[in-house]
C-alpha cells in the first residue's frame, strides 16, 4: 500500500509529509468505490443497483476519483502517523495540499499534506545570568495598614445623637428637584437615601453641600454642573436641590488593644500576637510576589537568548484559550462582549490581534519551562506530590482528605504534578542564577504592580 513517505521541515515548526501509494492499490480502492456506488445509485434507464460501472464512471468518474483519493490519504495517514516522530499537533489539522486529489492509475498515487509539530526548543543561557529584582521591606506603617482594615472590619455603626455632617459619615437623607417656582418636580424624590460623606455616592454630588448639615436640618442647594463634567445627564445643566438630612451616623472604631485581638480571632491573647501574625503574613506574601517577579525575569531573559518556534496552531489555540476565559470574567456571551466592542470601534480580531504579542510570550515560557523541566529532568515524587496536595488543601481552606478525594475524582495530578516540577525548576532557576537588588520600591506598589 504505502511505497514511500517523507517528511520535510517548514517554517514556525510546521512540516511537510509526502506519502506515496502504490498505484495498484489506488486502482482498487477506485474500483471498489466505483463498485459500491453502482449498486446504490439509479441512473435513468437502469434499475437501482444495475447501473454498469462504465455508465456510473462516464458520469460520476472525476468525483469518485477525488473521494477515492481523500479515502487513500485519511487511510494511510492513520498508519503514517503511527509510524513516524513528526506527528500532528491535537489542534492542527493536516491541510491537503493542491494536486492531492488527483489520481493517475498509470503511476504511484503520490499526496502531501502540511501540518504543525511539536517545536524543536534550542535553550539558551539559563544558568549564571544576572537579574535586578526591586528592594522591597515590610514597614510598621505596612503593619498599620493591615490593623487599621482590621480595626474597621470590626467597626461598629452608631448615631450621632448630636454634632454636624462631617466627611466619612454615613448620613441618610430625603431628596427632590424644584422648578422654578419651588415646587417638587413629580418623579424626582427619594426617601432614605444613604451614602457616605466624600465618596461622592449620589446622582448630584451632594457631598460637600451637606457638610455642616444637622440632623432635621432642611436646606435648598443650587448646583450648576460644567459642560465637560463627567455624567453626561447632569453635564451643562442647573439644579435646584430640596435635602433634607434625617440622620448621622459614624463608624465607631475599636480600640487598638488586646480586646481587638482576642474579637478578630481566638488564636490572639494580646496584640502582640496579632502584629507577630500580620508581619509573617505580609513577609510570605513579599517573599511570594518577589519570587514571582525574579522567575518571571529569569525566564524571559533564558527566552531572549533561545529559540522557540510557534506553531500557528498553538498560537490560535492559546489565543482562543484567552477568549474564552475573558468571556468568563465578563460573565456576558460572545455576542454582547462582540456587540459592545463595535461601539468602542473595535471587532474580535483586532482585539486577539492585540493580544498576540501577550500570547507569544506566554506560549514561548512554557515551552522553555517544559524543555528545561525535560532536560534537567526534574521529577516529582511521591513524597513531594503529597506534601503539595497538603499545601493546597490549607490554602483552599479544605480539609485535606477532602481535596484529595476532589483532586483523584477530577483527575487533577497531572496538574499537582505539573505544579510540583514548575516550583522545582523555579527553585534550581533561583539557586544557578544572580538576583541583585534594586530601587527601592514601596510595599504596597510592589503588590499593586506599580512599579
Not at 434507464?45 to 469518485?64: D, M, N, S, W
Not at 525575569?297 to 490560535?316: A, D, G, W
Not at 492585540?354 to 522553555?368: A, G, H
Request: glycine content about 4%.
Amino acid at each position: 500500500m504505502i511505497a514511500n513517505k517523507e517528511v520535510k521541515a517548514r517554517e514556525n515548526s510546521s512540516v511537510e509529509l509526502t506519502v506515496t501509494i502504490t498505484k495498484d492499490y489506488a486502482k482498487e480502492a477506485y474500483i471498489k468505490l466505483l463498485s459500491d456506488y453502482s449498486k446504490k445509485i439509479q441512473i435513468k434507464g437502469f434499475r437501482k443497483g444495475k447501473t454498469p460501472a462504465h455508465v456510473l464512471e462516464q458520469k460520476y468518474g472525476e468525483g469518485i476519483r477525488e473521494e477515492t483519493a481523500i479515502n487513500i490519504a485519511e487511510e494511510s495517514l492513520k498508519i503514517v502517523f503511527d509510524e513516524i516522530d513528526e506527528k500532528p499537533l491535537p489542534y492542527s489539522v493536516p491541510t491537503l495540499q493542491e494536486g492531492s486529489e488527483k489520481l493517475n492509475f498509470d503511476e504511484d498515487y503520490k499526496f502531501s499534506v502540511v501540518y504543525d509539530v511539536y517545536p524543536v526548543i534550542k535553550v539558551g543561557t539559563y544558568k549564571d545570568i544576572e537579574i535586578e529584582a526591586p528592594n522591597v521591606k515590610v514597614l510598621k506603617k505596612d503593619e498599620d495598614r493591615e490593623i487599621e482594615k482590621l480595626r474597621e472590619q470590626n467597626s461598629v455603626v452608631i448615631e450621632k445623637t448630636d454634632g454636624k455632617v462631617e466627611k466619612d459619615d454615613i448620613v441618610t437623607i430625603n431628596y427632590s428637584e424644584l422648578d422654578e417656582d419651588g415646587k417638587e418636580i413629580d418623579g424626582t424624590s427619594r426617601e432614605d437615601f444613604v451614602f457616605t460623606v466624600g465618596t461622592g455616592y449620589n446622582i448630584y454630588k451632594l457631598d460637600d453641600d451637606i457638610l455642616g448639615m444637622e440632623k432635621d436640618e432642611e436646606k435648598i442647594l443650587d448646583k450648576d454642573f460644567p459642560e465637560e463634567f463627567d455624567n453626561t445627564d447632569l453635564a451643562g445643566k442647573k439644579f435646584k436641590i430640596k435635602v433634607k438630612v434625617t440622620t448621622i451616623k459614624v463608624n465607631e472604631l475599636p480600640d487598638l488593644d488586646d480586646e481587638l485581638a482576642q474579637d478578630i480571632s481566638e488564636k490572639y491573647e494580646t496584640l502582640k500576637d496579632l502584629r507577630a501574625d500580620i508581619k509573617k503574613n505580609l513577609k510570605e506574601s513579599l517573599d511570594k510576589k518577589l519570587r514571582e517577579i525574579q522567575t518571571e525575569k529569569l525566564l524571559e531573559k533564558i527566552v531572549e537568548s533561545s529559540e522557540i518556534p510557534l506553531p500557528e496552531s498553538m498560537l490560535k489555540a492559546e489565543m482562543d484559550n484567552s477568549w474564552q476565559n475573558f468571556l468568563m470574567q465578563s460573565r456576558m456571551d460572545e455576542q454582547q462582549i462582540v456587540q459592545i466592542l463595535e461601539m468602542q470601534g473595535k471587532t474580535k480580531d483586532l482585539l486577539l490581534e492585540e493580544w498576540k504579542p501577550n500570547s507569544e510570550k506566554s506560549l514561548k515560557v512554557q515551552l522553555l519551562m517544559v524543555k528545561l523541566i525535560e532536560d534537567e529532568k526534574i521529577e516529582a515524587s511521591d513524597e513531594e506530590m503529597e506534601e503539595e496536595i497538603k499545601t493546597q488543601a490549607i490554602g483552599s481552606g479544605q480539609k485535606y482528605e477532602d481535596f484529595k478525594e476532589l483532586i483523584e475524582k477530577n483527575n487533577y495530578r497531572s496538574h499537582i504534578e505539573s505544579d510540583v516540577k514548575n516550583r522545582k525548576l523555579f527553585d534550581f532557576l533561583l539557586k544557578n542564577n544572580t538576583v541583585t537588588k534594586g530601587k527601592k520600591v514601596d510595599f504596597l506598589d510592589l503588590m499593586d504592580n506599580n512599579f
